[in-house]
């Protein structure tokens, strides 16, 4: 039997060492549905629920692996379905090849059954690359630029196949005219360094500054060491973006945790009081966050040029790899013997935890979700990968949990879709599957998506040589981010009819399904849970039933602002003493931690 075009697909994946193929079948990609039965399911097809989670299974593949993910759809219907979480990938700078079939070329034109001008739909998320395989011959260059674009430019490329095309016999470009011909599937990124005198100028700027403040972001996540060498020279604390959570340790002393609206108070302080700010592979927006412009020189390191320079005044812009970069600037940089700055600083840090963990052990209606997070930091495995989810539990991931070993983490960081946790987790057992995975998600989230996903997460756990997964549902009916947003925006009370979630057992539903459930109403019974969840042999939900009155209070919120915002919605808040009274206490414990 001749080789088609969609046997040659699958070989040219394998030989690029693709391994897994999220996606959903459809009529569009049928020829590449059939090659799969004929290649013995290699790379292996993994059956998500919806394409929307193929993509995003896809996203988490590759952010806890490093590799490009692969999702494959269907004409129409399957490719709009990517859309959200391709977009996902686009925005937080993710190696993402979309797969994607068409309707056949001969019926184009008619107003076929599903047929979308799939150009015009993936022109601007797949705008690094985006092509269309109309002769065999194509295939190969299409498909290794898509690859190569994704890796080199970390972002989402979409290959569409016609499904005609799709089933017509292989044939390699020739050497002739207007054929391209493409070399072995392979890339080797090298480490670019900015010039010398560049380097020179920023080691200058950190030598100048008495109060060195630190910015990383996932960019930095190779350049660990080098990172810590530079606070080390300049007595520099080190904040981090919440793509950059899992850079570095929170046990460090210095490192004063999250930035911005769901960051820490040290953060705050520490880029309200320096006098010079080093960013690296950092695009945090939220410039409120950054010192006062005037007010502090910048020196920023990113290896995307176009991302550079244009969150704050930088004095010295480097476009490089951190790890390279860092590397040739710490021979420059002067030891400063004054360490009254850093001090300051691991006294805030100090505080600050006392604080978080006074706030987490309040007590609530039924659980403080704070304190979901606080247990599982104390016993959350060194080897861990954990996904957040969009919505307020994100809150209590940034502020509570504290990073430590090589436990990594990650969340949709610039688009901030609701729905990402679970097949985030999916996407993470695929990509190592011998270490535990922990998904936090409310239960909007949980509703919206992770339901059906707990049967792709049941059907493919004999896979993973460590099968533990937990996913933890904060269960309090309420889809509480925008809830809070509605409050402290607008002065708004909640509006019952949109913000409140009907009623579902989610361990019970996990059980139904073969998989593990623990319920949770009672404070002292979350850390035994957390236990036993992370003993369990296999996949798991932890429904915890919390207080959504708990304030999601931002670091820089005075007592006085979140007394307004309560006094604003009193009148028509279903539970509006409740609320106060939580803001009240939650914000004492912060400033009075030992009360």
Same mark, same amino acid.
């Given at each position: ?29 049928? @020829? !590449?549905?059939? *090659? ?19 993509? %995003? ?16 759809? &269907?004409?129409?219907? $399957? ?21 994607? @079939? ?111 403040? !630190?910015?990383?972001?996932? $960019? ?38 999250? !930035? $911005? ?32 412009? @005037? ?13 550079? @320079? ?22 420059? =940089? ?13 006294? &805030? ?51 509570? =949990? ?7 983490? #990650? ?18 057992? %695929? ?8 998904? =936090?998600? $409310? ?51 909640? %509006? ?7 009623? =579902?057992?989610? *361990? ?27 003993? #369990? ?15 999601? !209070?931002?670091?820089?919120? #005075? %007592? ?5 915002? &309560? ?29």
């Amino acid at each position: 039997m001749a080789e088609t075009v969609a046997d040659y697909l699958l070989q040219r994946l394998r030989d690029w060492d693709v391994e897994h193929v999220f996606g959903y079948p459809g009529d569009g990609i049928n @020829g !590449i549905v059939a *090659a799969f039965g004929e290649a013995e399911n290699t790379p292996r097809f993994v059956q998500a629920r919806h394409e929307e989670m193929a993509a %995003f299974q896809a996203v988490g593949y590759a952010k806890f692996s490093g590799r490009a993910g692969v999702c494959l759809a &269907t004409s129409g219907p $399957g490719a709009i379905h990517l859309l959200n979480g391709l977009y996902d990938a686009k925005l937080d700078h993710v190696p993402v090849v979309a797969i994607v @079939g068409q309707t056949a070329q001969s019926a184009r034109g008619g107003s076929y059954q599903q047929e979308v001008d799939l150009q015009a739909l993936l022109k601007d998320v797949a705008s690094e690359y985006l092509v269309e395989v109309t002769v065999p011959e194509q295939l190969p260059n299409a498909l290794d630029r898509a690859m190569r674009v994704a890796l080199s430019q970390r972002a989402p490329t979409a290959v569409i196949i016609p499904n005609d095309v799709q089933e017509q016999p292989y044939a390699p470009p020739k050497h002739e005219f207007k054929h391209v011909p493409s070399s072995r599937p392979s890339l080797a990124i090298g480490a670019a360094v900015p010039p010398a005198e560049e380097i020179a100028r920023a080691a200058e700027v950190l030598n100048a500054g008495e109060r060195v403040a !630190i910015l990383v972001g996932q $960019g930095a996540r190779g350049a660990k060491q080098e990172v810590l060498d530079v606070a080390k020279a300049t007595g520099a604390g080190i904040a981090k973006a919440l793509l950059g959570k899992d850079v570095l340790s929170d046990e460090l002393p210095f490192v004063t945790g999250s !930035i $911005g609206l769901l960051g820490t108070r040290p953060s705050y302080e520490m880029m309200r009081d320096c006098d010079t700010l080093l960013i690296v592979g950092s695009n945090f927006p939220y410039s409120q966050f950054l010192p006062e412009y @005037g007010k502090a020189r910048g020196v920023q390191i990113d290896i995307d040029g176009r991302m550079i @320079g244009m969150r704050y005044p930088t004095e010295v812009n480097l476009v490089g790899d951190a790890k390279a970069t860092l590397a040739a600037m710490l021979p420059l =940089l002067r030891h400063k013997e004054d360490r009254s700055w850093r001090e300051t600083i691991e006294s &805030t840090v100090e505080r600050w935890w006392e604080s978080v963990e006074a706030q987490a052990m309040l007590a609530a209606d039924p659980v403080n979700p704070m304190r979901i997070v606080h247990e599982l930091s104390a016993r959350v495995p060194d080897n861990a990968l954990i996904t957040a989810d969009s919505g307020s539990s994100t809150n209590w991931y940034a502020k509570n =949990l504290r990073m430590r070993g090589d436990v990594r983490g #990650t969340l949709s960081g610039t688009l901030a879709t609701m729905g990402c946790g679970v097949p985030y987790a999916i996407g993470a057992k %695929f990509a190592c599957p011998d270490r535990p995975v922990i998904a =936090l998600v $409310g239960d909007g989230a949980m509703q919206m998506n992770g339901l059906a996903e707990l049967i792709t997460l049941a059907r493919y756990q004999d896979l993973w040589t460590d099968r533990r997964c937990v996913v933890c549902v904060f269960h309090n009916n309420d889809l509480n981010q925008v809830t809070w947003e509605l409050r402290a925006m607008g002065g708004a009370p909640k %509006f019952e009819e949109s913000q409140v979630l009907p009623e =579902l057992d989610y *361990a019970g539903l996990a059980r139904s399904l073969g998989l593990e459930g623990i319920s949770v109403d009672k404070p002292e019974d979350v850390g035994p849970a957390w236990d036993r969840a992370l003993a #369990t042999d296999r996949p798991i939900v932890l429904d915890v039933r919390c207080d959504p009155e708990v304030p999601p !209070i931002p670091p820089h919120a #005075t %007592f006085e602002q979140v007394t307004a915002m &309560t006094e604003a919605v009193l009148r028509g808040e279903p539970n509006a003493w409740h609320m106060i009274g939580q803001g009240v206490r939650t914000k004492l414990k912060e400033l009075f931690p030992g009360r």
